[in-house]
């Protein structure tokens, strides 16, 4: 069967391609009815063969590795992170005190990096609250804070976020426009 579908498609090629070089050969079958209709049962009984044939072929899948899993690298600021999740373990006002200092010298060091001041200079405006509009952030890295006012205090009452962290953040926000010269 094999041999006669190959001789049956060979032969009509070669005839395909001698109607090419002589036109003349296209006269010598009719292309009525019959052979339209002949045509199309030829092309329906190897789409059904085809399909029939795909049905019994198994499929393969790939399959793949498990992802790698991802190495945890360190990023700047986790130990702050980590030392703002244990705000209410015991040692607070000590860790809060560790974190101011590391936020205050890292504005010193953005505020002589980035704002053009020497170390002195930016001290004094540390001290003062004079190194942002922000007053949240200005008091949180002042010398002697001044105490917020019972309006702010019941604010803070009412807030997700404990004062620390909201002024921690606003010191973080301040540091970072200036960084990126927002300010």
Same mark, same amino acid.
């Given at each position: ?87 209410? *373990? ?53 010398? *002697? ?39």
């Amino acid at each position: 069967m094999r041999t006669l579908t190959a001789f049956a498609g060979l032969t009509a090629t070669v005839f395909g391609f001698a109607v090419v070089v002589d036109r003349g050969l296209a006269g010598l079958f009719d292309l009525d009815y019959l052979i339209v209709t002949l045509v199309g049962a030829l092309a329906l009984v190897q789409g059904v063969r085809y399909g029939l044939s795909r049905r019994k072929t198994s499929f393969h899948a790939t399959t793949t590795d498990d992802p790698e899993l991802r190495h945890h690298v360190p990023v700047p600021g986790d130990e702050v992170d980590i030392e703002f999740a244990d705000e209410r *373990s015991l040692g607070r006002a000590q860790k809060r005190e560790r974190v101011r200092e590391r936020l205050r010298e890292a504005a010193l060091e953005t505020l002589v990096g980035y704002g053009g001041l020497t170390r002195e200079k930016a001290r004094e405006r540390l001290d003062a609250g004079t190194w942002t509009d922000d007053p949240v952030a200005a008091a949180a890295l002042r010398e *002697s804070p001044p105490r917020p006012s019972l309006v702010a205090r019941v604010r803070a009452m009412l807030r997700t976020e404990s004062p620390f962290e909201r002024s921690a953040r606003h010191v973080v926000d301040e540091l970072a426009a200036i960084q990126e010269g927002r300010r």
